[in-house]
């Protein structure tokens, strides 16, 4: 009988490893020439997820995407796994690739790691800003707030799943087919997606769970917004309550709504179009990082 063939899910990918920290070294994608893009995945995935993204705007545009410390295929580490520490990961690395003014694409939790970055070098340290849904702060008593979930919901997840390796898979896999993908997943698939995930120890997912949801990012949401063009794709499921915190938040910003969580991987065709489009209007994209 035939092996079925998967071309769409990606091996791991690795074109190198840089030191960012004291021990600490990431495993990162660099392809493509010309104005750069960062792609920054979320909570314990890895640059894989980004396999749709990578090999398009790498036509025409250098991109980057990486493991994030304790994820994937980089080191994993005891100390260090919060979105602060994310930042600054986040800008050794840009900095050892010699990579100034990108356009950051922070997916889910991602997101605070691109604006933890924003925080420690501001604003003008990017072309544009990009979020992949993810509200800036993740809990608030505002009852109209675009936020994570409630202290209930959020407490469950991590008192529940995030106590074990199952527990987190179990969680990893009960989000993919309920929030992160519209579609029925196949069996392949949906365990690519945990695979990717489950590369993280269960002692860092619950760090960086409890990390992200303690988030508060809108100081530097609203900073780059007013300095720099941005842009949030969001999921269709709670759109009514995102698209009226962002036009509230943040007037500036640009948004699109449709699919999933992971939107970027079912319909990949419509977001790299959209990503693109926004690029190219974007009027302080800066040239080539070649020639800043």
Known sequence: MPVTKFPHLSPEMNDGRITVAPGVKLSYVDRGRGAPIVF???????????????????????????????????????????????????????????????????????????????????????????????????????????????????????????????????????????????????????NWIVSLATKTKPLVAAQLFASCMFQDNNAAAVAVAKARPTLYFVAQHWAAKAVAHLKYLLPETKYVVFGGHMMFWEHPEAFNRVLDEFIQRSSTYGVPDEAV
């Not at 690739?97 to 950051?104: I, M, T």
């Not at 691109?114 to 070098?121: D, E, Q, S």
């Not at 008593?141 to 997840?157: C, D, H, M, Q």
Request: glycine share 8%; hydrophobic share 40%.
């Open 40 to 190: 920054v995945p979320g909570w314990t995935f890895t640059k894989e997820v980004f396999e749709k993204q990578i090999s398009e705007f790498s036509r025409k545009y250098r991109v980057i995407s990486y493991d994030p410390r304790s994820q994937g295929a980089s080191a994993t580490t005891a100390e260090g796994n919060d979105y602060l520490t994310h930042a600054q990961d986040l800008a050794a690395l840009l900095d050892g690739l010699q990579v100034r003014n990108p356009v950051l694409v922070g997916w889910s939790a991602g997101a605070h790691a691109t604006l933890g970055f924003i925080k420690l070098r501001g604003p003008e340290a990017v072309a544009a800003h990009v979020v992949i849904d993810m509200p800036p702060k993740c809990m608030s008593y505002e009852t109209e707030a675009w936020i994570e979930g409630t202290l209930e919901e959020i407490s469950a997840v991590h008192t529940l799943y995030l106590r074990d390796g199952k527990g987190h898979a179990d969680y990893i896999k009960l989000y993919a087919e309920t929030v992160m993908v519209q579609r029925n997943l196949l069996p392949e698939e949906l």
